[in-house]
């Protein structure tokens, strides 16, 4: 009986010791959406980034909701073309994100109309595309300025966002690492 006990215990306390290890995971899942991809990248304390849309934005609604996500802390639309902000207004009306960024290069679309209009009316901070570090929970994302002046072959796609980002983890001793996850 005793035997049984002692497994047991040990099997619970593998299982507390998992749960504790899963709070530092930072999930990132990519979605192929068509004509691109998009990125959402949720943190151990659940801040939620979403990196381009698509031509279908049910797609990322369906699976934002599939996650459990409730908000968006920042979306990033790398550049302007359709193909990577599609339906961006209907996610920005559901999730009102706390900030967006793209290149800050107009476009003539309907659907940057539509975005633009959508950031407006929600009161979404819009920030520049350039040189600046922005903190949100344990990442950092590290935001490259736009090229100067602004490279204007295929002007859209050339000047897109570049990010890096950085991730902060706990180690046993209390003392943090950094990793280097993902560079855009």
Sequence with gaps: ?????????????????????????????????GQGDSAII????????????????KIILNYLQNLGISHIDLLIATHDHDDHITGMDKIVDKYKSRAFIDPGIPHTSNAYERLLNSLQKNK???LKNSAQKIEIGPMLF??????????????????SVAMRLDFQIKQGDGSLFDNTLLVL
Excluded: R, W
């Excluded at 047991?8 to 990132?28: D, G, M, R, V, Y």
């Excluded at 490259?144 to 859209?156: D, G, Q, T």
């Design 142 to 159: 590290t935001i490259l300025p736009s090229p100067y002046p602004a490279i204007e072959e295929s002007k859209l796609n050339n000047n």
């Design 42 to 57: 949720v943190s151990p304390s659940e801040e939620v980034i979403l990196i381009d849309s698509g031509p279908d934005e």
């Design 1 to 33: 009986m005793k035997k049984y006990f002692l497994i047991l215990l040990l099997f619970f306390l593998l299982c507390f010791t998992l749960t504790l290890s899963a709070q530092e995971i930072l999930s990132i899942y990519f979605l192929d959406v």
């Design 124 to 126: 979404i901070t819009h």
